[in-house]
């Protein structure tokens, strides 16, 4: 622990003696991965931090006896695109105290970070996004990924000079980091995409990309990323590793050990979910009669055929991608190089992908109790102070984060190990998760006993110095 924590922790322990700290977390075993401490012990939280770690007695002005619990650092998701009410709920029954929209991003940081002041269910941060940023300058009209000139057109000299203004100002304005899919922007030069990652190594954040073309596209990023010296988090291993998932996590291995700031994450499902618009259907009319099975209708739930896929591209929506085995999908989760994260979508009116839902609680119940195949402080690990690293050099308050640590934030989920489990399907998206008992963001409870605490608001925006 630095002596900054220490020192913020005893103080905050001695504003605690009076008359109880506010709440105490009492009995419960206390998890946390950067120290290694895993063994019962009581939580103080005061003013909104953790004041005190110990296996004395503590008084609160609410005591939570968590006896049988796990008291953990609250889940930090790096990949969260639903960044609404309704997906904030659902995040906060899976244990996720901060959700993070990294990859696609927005085109408009300080208009972003706007529509969420005064505070959200759970913590919250963006990217400045080059796909976002791109449809601005190239004058595409699609809905949250390109559809025409965005994904398609050949960028100018003078149109990569406005990308780059564009850039800079989000990252001088707080974004959390870069986002990129070049797998939708496939008319993305090596030049434009360089000169992209060149403007975020000079601010010190961090790329997160969707590659194209599988393992020759991790090669292309992983290349380019030391051609600029820039620092790269490759997005979702397991869809776009793929059946090359073995190899794919290979190279990322091979590039941290020479040197290269390089990292991964993955989520639980063997199913994707994208706009069925996008770039990644271009070919689609050259599909077998077979292949239009493995997709599958958000809005409806149905299986497509030609027809109705076809129907549906024209008119535009979210279409979830069955086309994964368990076997890669387990490959990816038990490596000890993937954080965890969910590429949660947008969930509107009970729909959307399960992974929004039930991807920390699907890792805690499916492969760390019944399967047996992820040690449980590891999966802790991959939850939090993981991606809590990936982000403190860019963004100082995430050194207070992914912790359970004298003087951290109060970010903290405390869940049953023998219940935990997730519940939501690829036909009803928002059922929420079980076992997470209670969850408490800044000090407060947003899931009391179970259930959703009702007018509380205290996340707060994540943002990069600026």
Same mark, same amino acid.
């Given at each position: 622990?630095?002596?900054?924590?220490?020192?913020?922790?005893?103080?905050?322990?001695?504003?605690?003696?009076?008359?109880?700290?506010?709440?105490?977390?009492?009995?419960?075993?206390?998890?946390?991965?950067?120290?290694?401490?895993?063994?019962?012990?009581?939580?103080?939280?005061?003013?909104?931090?953790?004041?005190?770690?110990?296996?004395?007695?503590?008084?609160?002005?609410?005591?939570?006896?968590?006896?049988?619990?796990?008291?953990?650092?609250?889940?930090?998701?790096?990949?969260?695109?639903?960044?609404?009410?309704?997906?904030?709920?659902?995040?906060?029954?899976?244990?996720?105290?901060?959700?993070?929209?990294?990859?696609?991003?927005?085109?408009?940081?300080?208009?972003?970070?706007?529509?969420?002041?005064?505070?959200?269910?759970?913590?919250?941060?963006?990217?400045?996004?080059?796909?976002?940023?791109?449809?601005?300058?190239?004058?595409?009209?699609g809905a949250f990924l390109p559809s025409g000139p965005g994904?398609?057109?050949?960028?100018?000299?003078?149109?990569?000079?406005?990308?780059?203004?564009?850039?800079?100002?989000?990252?001088?304005?707080?974004?959390?980091?870069?986002?990129?899919?070049?797998?939708?922007?496939?008319?993305?030069?090596?030049?434009?995409?360089?000169?992209?990652?060149?403007?975020?190594?000079?601010?010190?954040?961090?790329?997160?990309?969707?590659?194209?073309?599988?393992?020759?596209?991790? %090669?292309?990023?992983? =290349? *380019?990323?030391?051609?600029?010296? #820039? @620092?790269?988090?490759? +997005?979702?291993? /397991?869809?776009? !590793?793929?059946?090359?998932?073995?190899?794919?996590?290979?190279?990322?291995?091979?590039?941290?050990?020479?040197?290269?700031?390089v990292t991964t994450e993955a989520y639980p499902y063997g199913?994707?979910?994208?706009?069925?618009?996008?770039?990644?259907?271009?070919?689609?009319?050259?599909?077998?009669?077979?292949?239009?099975?493995?997709?599958?209708?958000?809005?409806?739930?149905?299986?497509?055929t030609r027809a109705t896929f076809g129907k549906y591209r024209?008119?535009?929506?979210?279409?979830?991608?069955?086309?994964?085995?368990?076997?890669?999908? %387990?490959?990816?989760? =038990? *490596?000890?190089?993937?954080?965890? #994260? @969910?590429?949660?979508? +947008?969930?509107? /009116?009970?729909? !959307?992908?399960?992974?929004?839902?039930?991807?920390?609680?699907?890792?805690?119940?499916?492969?760390?109790?019944?399967?047996?195949?992820?040690?449980?402080?590891?999966?802790?690990?991959?939850?939090?102070?993981?991606?809590?690293?990936?982000?403190?050099?860019?963004?100082?308050?995430?050194?207070?984060?992914?912790?359970?640590?004298?003087?951290?934030?109060?970010?903290?989920?405390?869940?049953?190990?023998?219940?935990?489990?997730?519940?939501?399907?690829?036909?009803?998206?928002?059922?929420?998760?079980?076992?997470?008992?209670?969850?408490?963001?800044?000090?407060?409870?947003?899931?009391?006993?179970?259930?959703?605490?009702?007018?509380?608001?205290?996340?707060?925006?994540?943002?990069?110095?600026?």
């Open positions: 622990m630095s002596r900054r924590l220490l020192t913020v922790g005893l103080l905050l322990a001695c504003l605690g003696c009076g008359g109880g700290y506010d709440i105490v977390i009492a009995n419960g075993r206390v998890m946390d991965p950067a120290s290694g401490l895993d063994e019962v012990q009581n939580v103080g939280i005061e003013n909104g931090r953790i004041a005190i770690v110990t296996s004395e007695p503590i008084m609160g002005r609410r005591t939570i006896d968590a006896s049988g619990l796990v008291v953990a650092p609250g889940f930090i998701d790096l990949h969260q695109h639903g960044q609404n009410e309704e997906s904030y709920r659902l995040k906060a029954l899976d244990g996720v105290t901060t959700g993070l929209e990294l990859e696609v991003g927005t085109g408009d940081i300080g208009g972003w970070y706007g529509e969420r002041e005064g505070g959200q269910i759970i913590n919250y941060g963006v990217s400045i996004g080059h796909i976002p940023v791109r449809m601005i300058v190239m004058e595409d009209e994904g398609f057109a050949a960028a100018t000299p003078a149109d990569i000079a406005e990308m780059e203004r564009r850039i800079e100002e989000g990252l001088a304005q707080g974004a959390v980091g870069l986002g990129f899919g070049l797998a939708y922007t496939p008319a993305t030069t090596t030049e434009e995409f360089e000169s992209m990652l060149r403007v975020a190594a000079r601010h010190g954040a961090t790329s997160f990309i969707h590659v194209r073309g599988g393992l020759r596209g991790l %090669r292309e990023v992983v =290349t *380019s990323a030391s051609n600029t010296n #820039a @620092s790269l988090h490759v +997005v979702h291993a /397991n869809s776009s !590793g793929d059946a090359q998932i073995v190899e794919f996590l290979a190279f990322i291995d091979r590039a941290q050990s020479s040197g290269q700031d199913a994707g979910n994208t706009r069925i618009e996008s770039a990644l259907f271009d070919d689609w009319e050259s599909y077998t009669d077979e292949r239009f099975q493995i997709y599958q209708w958000v809005e409806t739930g149905e299986r497509l024209a008119q535009g929506g979210s279409v979830i991608i069955h086309s994964r085995t368990e076997e890669m999908t %387990r490959i990816a989760i =038990t *490596s000890p190089l993937t954080m965890i #994260a @969910s590429d949660g979508s +947008v969930i509107r /009116n009970g729909q !959307g992908h399960p992974r929004s839902a039930g991807t920390y609680a699907r890792v805690l119940g499916k492969y760390v109790r019944e399967e047996g195949v992820v040690d449980l402080m590891d999966a802790l690990r991959r939850m939090t102070i993981a991606p809590a690293r990936r982000l403190e050099a860019r963004v100082p308050g995430m050194a207070r984060k992914g912790r359970v640590q004298e003087g951290a934030d109060a970010d903290i989920t405390v869940f049953d190990p023998a219940t935990v489990i997730d519940r939501s399907t690829y036909t009803n998206g928002t059922i929420p998760s079980e076992g997470f008992v209670y969850v408490l963001v800044g000090g407060v409870l947003v899931v009391d006993e179970g259930a959703l605490a009702q007018g509380v608001r205290p996340g707060r925006a994540v943002r990069g110095a600026h």
